[in-house]
């Protein structure tokens, strides 16, 4: 919950928001937010990058939309709790594209 909420505050809240404040218009923004994100997954490999391209863009675009912070932590968190039960339990090669929750 904690990293969910960390990667949300700074990614979105702040990120997002710091460089429209700049003047950068919202698509470009959301676009560098998204990138810088899935550079911070680097380490997950090609998999992880691309998971981290889908899902930095949805609450990216989620978060300009309504500005809510807690709803994309709180999905983000429901994301990353689903990754490790199905890691724990099943073969982790198979565990691949996101799957966002159905209140998004």
Same mark, same amino acid.
Request: aromatic share 16%; with cysteine; hydrophobic share 55%.
């Given at each position: 919950l904690s990293t969910a909420y960390r990667e949300e505050l700074f990614f979105r809240a702040y990120l997002l928001t710091r460089l429209? *404040? $700049?003047g950068l @218009? #919202? @698509?470009i #923004? $959301? %676009?560098l937010s998204t990138l810088l994100f899935a550079c911070g997954h680097l380490y997950q490999? !090609? +998999?992880g990058i691309i998971v981290a391209l889908i899902i930095g863009f949805y609450f990216g675009l989620f978060f300009?939309? +309504?500005r809510n912070l807690h *709803? %994309? #932590?709180l999905a983000h #968190? !429901?994301?990353n709790l689903n990754v490790l039960v199905l890691t %724990? !339990?099943?073969d982790s090669s198979l565990v691949i594209l996101p799957c966002p929750p159905p209140f998004l």
């Amino acid at each position: 919950l904690s990293t969910a909420y960390r990667e949300e505050l700074f990614f979105r809240a702040y990120l997002l928001t710091r460089l429209e *404040q $700049l003047g950068l @218009p #919202a @698509p470009i #923004a $959301l %676009i560098l937010s998204t990138l810088l994100f899935a550079c911070g997954h680097l380490y997950q490999g !090609f +998999r992880g990058i691309i998971v981290a391209l889908i899902i930095g863009f949805y609450f990216g675009l989620f978060f300009q939309k +309504r500005r809510n912070l807690h *709803q %994309i #932590a709180l999905a983000h #968190a !429901f994301y990353n709790l689903n990754v490790l039960v199905l890691t %724990i !339990f099943t073969d982790s090669s198979l565990v691949i594209l996101p799957c966002p929750p159905p209140f998004l």
